[in-house]
């Protein structure tokens, strides 16, 4: 799924980001990412993501190699990854159906799909209840989860998370780690960037953790109670 082979990310002005960094995640898995603000996290994310590419090394999805990949092709690429941001970025103009069903509209999806799509993803994360509601009324943690049900309404194989519970209470982070549980637990690749080290602990899932841009732990090879084989069955 995702391999980094010796991935440096230099910025301009000579901040390195990333130094040096070798990975491999596998298919089906979910791990997270942790380290000091400032440690990389992010850089690593937006690679995968291709909102950056690598200084040095090799960066690929699905063996795809990111470095070279051109620039057209980078739109059909992303429609397998759903990205989360721990700020929702989410449309406060428009309903929480307008927000989710964004995607869909995008990529030119027909009214019935896009209907269909949308309000299975709010199933999925709860708020079915909510799609006419705007934002703006829904709390902190209602807002991350229209956040999710935009990034898989398009049914991606990867989702990737940057810090998605820093602003919630720990109830509701929790709340929030067990949907991207489940949504693993159906087939889907996730690699969520996080600090919440005691939520992590509890969810017994392995971990790659990064210091000043260098790889300082990886045991993605580690096998965990909750692994499926990569078993996709496509129900969410």
């Given at each position: 799924?995702?391999?980094?082979?010796?991935?440096?990310?230099?910025?301009?002005?000579?901040?390195?980001?990333?130094?040096?960094?070798?990975?491999?995640?596998?298919?089906?898995?979910?791990?997270?990412?942790?380290?000091?603000?400032?440690?990389?996290?992010?850089?690593?994310?937006?690679?995968?993501?291709?909102?950056?590419?690598?200084?040095?090394?090799?960066?690929?999805?699905?063996?795809?190699?990111?470095?070279?990949?051109?620039?057209?092709?980078?739109?059909?690429?992303?429609?397998?990854?759903?990205?989360?941001?721990?700020?929702?970025?989410?449309?406060?103009?428009?309903?929480?159906?307008?927000?989710?069903?964004?995607?869909?509209?995008?990529?030119?999806?027909?009214?019935?799909?896009?209907?269909?799509r949308t309000r299975a993803a709010l199933d999925k994360?709860?708020?079915?209840?909510?799609?006419?509601?705007?934002p703006i009324t829904l709390s902190g943690g209602e807002?991350?989860?229209?956040?999710?049900?935009?990034?898989?309404?398009?049914?991606?194989?990867?989702?990737?998370?940057?810090?998605?519970?820093?602003?919630?209470?720990?109830?509701?982070?929790?709340?929030?780690?067990?949907?991207?549980?489940?949504?693993?637990?159906?087939?889907?690749?996730?690699?969520?960037?996080?600090?919440?080290?005691?939520?992590?602990?509890?969810?017994?899932?392995?971990?790659?953790?990064?210091?000043?841009?260098?790889?300082?732990?990886?045991?993605?090879?580690?096998?965990?109670?909750?692994?499926?084989?990569?078993?996709?069955?496509?129900?969410?």
């Amino acid at each position: 799924m995702i391999e980094f082979h010796n991935v440096t990310k230099r910025y301009e002005g000579g901040f390195e980001a990333l130094n040096n960094v070798s990975l491999q995640l596998d298919d089906g898995q979910m791990a997270f990412i942790t380290g000091h603000s400032g440690a990389g996290k992010s850089t690593l994310l937006k690679i995968i993501a291709l909102i950056e590419k690598p200084t040095r090394g090799q960066a690929l999805l699905n063996r795809v190699n990111l470095n070279t990949l051109p620039r057209q092709r980078i739109p059909q690429l992303r429609r397998n990854i759903g990205i989360i941001f721990q700020d929702h970025q989410l449309l406060f103009d428009r309903p929480v159906f307008d927000n989710v069903a964004l995607p869909l509209h995008i990529q030119g999806y027909r009214p019935q799909e896009i209907a269909k799509r949308t309000r299975a993803a709010l199933d999925k994360v709860g708020l079915l209840h909510k799609e006419k509601s705007m934002p703006i009324t829904l709390s902190g943690g209602e807002q991350q989860r229209v956040g999710i049900a935009r990034a898989v309404v398009h049914k991606p194989m990867l989702l990737l998370a940057d810090e998605p519970t820093g602003n919630l209470d720990p109830v509701l982070s929790r709340e929030i780690m067990q949907i991207f549980v489940d949504f693993n637990q159906v087939g889907v690749t996730v690699l969520v960037a996080s600090h919440d080290l005691r939520l992590i602990d509890e969810l017994d899932k392995p971990r790659l953790t990064l210091n000043g841009g260098k790889l300082i732990l990886n045991d993605l090879n580690h096998s965990d109670a909750d692994q499926r084989n990569g078993i996709i069955d496509g129900s969410y």
